[in-house]
């Protein structure tokens, strides 16, 4: 059971370039979401899914974009990378959009990015 | 500004005794409250939760205290084992509102747990 699957594990971009940051999950789950981790900062929600074709943005969302083509798959695009985005990234899923103790999220293992 | 805040960067406990991690939070609109833990290259995994019409939940080791006067919540580790050492996020769940059932997560704070 592969529960939720990142990649790339670590990634070094140069300042301008883009990339995607893939997320795979196999337990059905149709809530997905993606965060970010700073030190100091806590963990904060960058863009979320409710089901299949349908995103909505989080609280830092500038910069990101996502699509939900199928319920396994959540992918993170960096449209221009740049160095305030260095940072370790995890994708989370969930039963329901509502987490609670029978559906809480379950994460990654996380993307460590780096933007130079 | 923070609304879930985790003061203590860090704690250092022996093994066998209490480990208590602290939770402030600043919304009155926070229904539900959960504890993840997190080893180093790994993801957050959930360890316990509260709902805020109750004040204490208690999972073997493992018991979250709930003031909500205070809007205070405290994890207690009893006994603490080496195999705790992890970082600790407290996460608060919005009621209502376009935020509905948004997580708030605070800074975390790193336990360890010397043998």
């Known amino acids: 059971n592969a529960g939720v699957t990142q990649t790339p594990k670590f990634q070094v971009l140069k300042t301008g370039q883009s990339m995607t940051l893939q997320c795979a999950q196999d337990?059905?789950?149709?809530?997905m979401s993606w965060y970010r981790q700073d030190p100091g900062m806590g963990l904060r929600l960058i863009h979320y899914?409710?089901?299949?074709?349908?995103?909505d943005q989080g609280e830092v969302p500038n910069g990101y974009n996502v699509s939900r083509s199928t319920t396994e798959d959540f992918p993170l695009r960096l449209l221009s990378a740049a160095p305030s985005q260095t940072s370790v990234y995890f994708c989370?899923?969930?039963?329901?959009?509502?987490?609670?103790?029978?559906?809480?999220?379950?994460f990654g293992n996380g993307t460590r990015l780096t933007v130079t | 500004d923070q609304q879930v805040k985790q003061n203590s960067p860090s704690l250092s406990v022996q093994e066998g005794r209490i480990s208590i991690l602290n939770c402030d939070y600043t919304?009155?609109?926070?229904?539900?409250f959960l504890w993840y833990k997190k080893y180093p290259a790994e993801g957050p995994t959930f360890l316990i939760s509260i709902s805020s019409i109750k004040d204490k939940n208690e999972d073997g080791r493992f018991t979250v205290f709930l003031n909500k006067s205070a809007k205070h919540l405290s994890l207690h580790i009893v006994p603490s084992q080496p195999g705790d050492s992890a970082v600790y996020f407290c996460?608060?769940?919005?009621?209502?509102?376009?935020?509905?059932?948004?997580?708030?997560f605070g800074q975390g704070t790193i336990l360890t747990v010397h043998p």
């Open positions: 337990m059905n789950h149709e809530y």
């Open positions: 899914s409710v089901g299949a074709g349908i995103t």
């Open positions: 996460a608060a769940r919005t009621a209502g509102g376009t935020s509905y059932g948004k997580l708030t």
């Open positions: 919304n009155s609109m926070f229904d539900y």
């Open positions: 989370a899923s969930s039963y329901t959009a509502v987490p609670r103790a029978n559906s809480p999220l379950h």
